[in-house]
């Protein structure tokens, strides 16, 4: 079935660890952005990459990092996990990164740094 | 800040009432799409909004942009057991989306 991939589903983290979310889709898309989701603040971006090579910061960048060596995987990392990261990630894609485009979701990765 | 809000953040309805969740923006938007989560899920793409004073329906959804391009809502009829869920809208300010901070709908039977 053609769509987004994140692993893992859930994690649950010491702080100071490094951490890795995968993420992997198979629609081709050329955009793919890594949201978090926290109780009464809605989706907030974290990073973004808008082709192959290329990424960017969003609004909450800080204490994560992201590739995009091709066009299927978008991995984000956490250098070193603190508590304020706890949250719900969410990884999506779009065809090309227009903002006039559909954003396609993944299941999420519930993330607990303790 | 947030760019954009939206209100209420919780809503408690009976089955076969109407629910309506509003957004603002501070700024003008370029387009507005809306976003359904269900409990446990990922958000899935409704619509999208373009034109000034649009309205647009899904069967017992109503969505309009205002004619300012700042503000939106999403009207459900006769609400069912099947709505219940978070509902987001994105507005795209030019060059990036912001997502409001969700309605939780939670529908009583």
């Known amino acids: 079935i053609a769509g987004i991939t994140q692993a893992p589903t859930s994690q649950i983290l010491a702080a100071g660890r490094r951490m890795t979310l995968r993420c992997t889709q198979d629609m081709r898309h050329n955009a793919m952005y890594w949201y978090r989701q926290d109780l009464g603040l809605g989706l907030r971006l974290i990073h973004y990459s808008n082709t192959a090579g290329t990424t960017g910061k969003g609004e909450v960048p800080d204490g994560y990092s992201v590739s995009r060596a091709n066009t299927d995987d978008f991995p984000l990392t956490l250098a070193s996990a603190v508590p304020s990261q706890t949250s719900v990630y969410f990884c999506?894609?779009?065809?090309?990164?227009?903002?006039?485009?559909?954003?396609?979701f993944g299941s999420g990765t519930q993330l607990s740094v303790l | 800040g947030q760019q954009v809000m939206q209100i209420p953040q919780y809503q408690h309805v009976q089955e076969g009432e109407d629910f309506t969740t509003y957004c603002n923006s501070s700024?003008?938007?370029?387009?507005i799409q809306w976003y359904k989560q269900r409990p446990g899920g990922h958000p899935v793409f409704l619509i999208q909004?373009?034109?000034?004073?649009e309205v647009k329906k899904q069967k017992r959804l109503t969505f309009q942009f205002g004619e300012a391009k700042k503000n939106s809502s999403l009207h459900i009829t006769a609400t069912q057991t099947t709505d219940v869920g978070t509902y987001f809208c994105?507005?795209?300010?030019?060059?990036?989306?912001?997502f409001g901070t969700g309605t939780s709908l939670t529908v009583i039977p």
């Open positions: 700024t003008t938007l370029s387009n």
């Open positions: 999506a894609s779009s065809e090309e990164g227009f903002t006039n485009e559909k954003l396609f």
């Open positions: 909004l373009v034109k000034s004073g």
């Open positions: 994105a507005g795209n300010t030019g060059n990036q989306f912001y």
